[in-house]
C-alpha cells in the first residue's frame, strides 16, 4: 500500500492564507493583532525560529516585533520586559523563545506572561485550563498535529495513539489533546523498558522524544499513522526526525517528513492563536 505524505509546508500555507483573510476583516473594524517575540542571546536555530515567524506574522498583516535581549540579561529585566507587553493594548500575544540562559528560571518566566496573551499555551493557566477541556491557548506543536491530523482526514476517535516524549511544549500537551479527540492515549518516553511493545500497538504514533531516528520499522505496526516532531541536526548538518524515515514510511498510512511536516505548523498556530487573542479581546471592548 502505498503511504501519504503530509505535507506540513502546504497546510501551513492554508492556514496562513485563512489568517490573512480573517486579518484583513478585522483591519475593517480597526482590529489589528499585534505580537512580541522576546528573543534572549544569539542561538542560531532560535534566531532562525524567531525570524520564521516575525516573517510569517507579517505575511498575514499582523503586527510584530522581535524584541532583542543580550545573553547574559538578567532575569529582572527579562521579567520587565514581559510586563512592560503585558501592559501594552497593542500586543494581544507575547512569545518568549526558547530555550533560554541558565542564569533565568524559564518556569518564572512563563509564569510572568498574562495568560490571555500567552500565545505560546505555556503558562500554568493556560495548561491548566487545556487539561479540564476549558477555552485555553494550545501549545502550537500540539495544536499544529491536530490541525494535521484534522485537514488530512485522519479521524483520531477511538483509536490508540501513543506518545513517543513527556515534554512540557509537545508531549505532555498532545496527550491531552489527543484524549479530548477521543482517542485512548499511551505516554512513553526515554525510560520506558521495551519501547517497541507500546508503539506497535500505535495507530498513530507521535514521536517527540529528540533522539535522531531512533523510531525504526520495528517500532511501527504495518497501517499506522506517523507523526515525527523531533528535529535533529545530523553531523553532516542535515535535519533528521525522530523517525528513520526510508525504513519507517513504507509500513505507514500516513507520516509526517522532517523538514516539511509539524515544524511549519508550530508557526502557523502561533499566528492563529495571536489571531484569536485578539478577536477575543477586542470583543471585549
Ligand atoms: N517559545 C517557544 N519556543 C520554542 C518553541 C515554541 O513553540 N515556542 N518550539 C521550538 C522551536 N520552534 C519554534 O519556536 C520551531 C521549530 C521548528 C520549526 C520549523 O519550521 N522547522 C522546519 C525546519 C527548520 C530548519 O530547517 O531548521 C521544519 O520542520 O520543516 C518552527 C518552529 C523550540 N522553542
Ligand atoms: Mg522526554
Redesign the pocket.
Known amino acids: 500500500m502505498p503511504y501519504h505524505m503530509i505535507d506540513?509546508?502546504a497546510i501551513a500555507q492554508q492556514v496562513r492564507n485563512e489568517l490573512k483573510e480573517e486579518v484583513g476583516r478585522l483591519k475593517e473594524q480597526g482590529i489589528i493583532p499585534g505580537l512580541r517575540v522576546i528573543l534572549v542571546g544569539t542561538h542560531p536555530?532560535?534566531e532562525?525560529?524567531?525570524r520564521?515567524?516575525i516573517r510569517a506574522s507579517e505575511e498575514v498583516g499582523i503586527n510584530s516585533e522581535l524584541i532583542r535581549l543580550n545573553e547574559e540579561v538578567s532575569e529582572a529585566e527579562l521579567l520587565q520586559k514581559v510586563t512592560e507587553c503585558n501592559k501594552d493594548p497593542a500586543v494581544h500575544g507575547i512569545?518568549?523563545?526558547?530555550?533560554l540562559p541558565l542564569q533565568i528560571d524559564t518556569n518564572k518566566v512563563i509564569a510572568t506572561i498574562s495568560p490571555e496573551k500567552d500565545v505560546?499555551g505555556?503558562t500554568p493557566v493556560n495548561v491548566g485550563n487545556l487539561i479540564i477541556g476549558q477555552d485555553a491557548f494550545f501549545?502550537?506543536?500540539p495544536y499544529g498535529i491536530m490541525e494535521l491530523l484534522k485537514r488530512s482526514d485522519i479521524s483520531v476517535e477511538g483509536k490508540h495513539a501513543v506518545v513517543v516524549g513527556r515534554s512540557n511544549?509537545v508531549g505532555k500537551p498532545i496527550s491531552f489533546l489527543l484524549q479530548q479527540a477521543n482517542a485512548t492515549v499511551t505516554m512513553c518516553h526515554s525510560r520506558t523498558v521495551d519501547l517497541p511493545f507500546y508503539t506497535k500497538q500505535a495507530d498513530i504514533l507521535i514521536a517527540a522524544v529528540g533522539r535522531t531516528e531512533m523510531i525504526t520499522s520495528e517500532h511501527v505496526k504495518p497501517g499506522a499513522v506517523v507523526i515525527d516532531v523531533g528535529?535533529n541536526r545530523k553531523e553532516d548538518g542535515k535535519?533528521a526526525g525522530d523517525v528513520l524515515f526510508a525504513d519507517v514510511a513504507p509500513l505507514t498510512s500516513a507520516i509526517t517528513p522532517?523538514?516539511?511536516?509539524?515544524?511549519?505548523m508550530?508557526?502557523a498556530m502561533?499566528l492563529k492563536n495571536t489571531v484569536q487573542s485578539a478577536i477575543r479581546k477586542e470583543s471585549k471592548r
Open positions: 506540513g509546508k536555530a532560535s532562525s525560529y524567531v520564521g515567524k512569545l518568549v523563545q526558547l530555550p505560546d505555556f501549545p502550537c506543536t511544549i528535529i535535519l522532517v523538514p516539511g511536516g509539524v515544524g511549519p508550530t508557526i502561533l
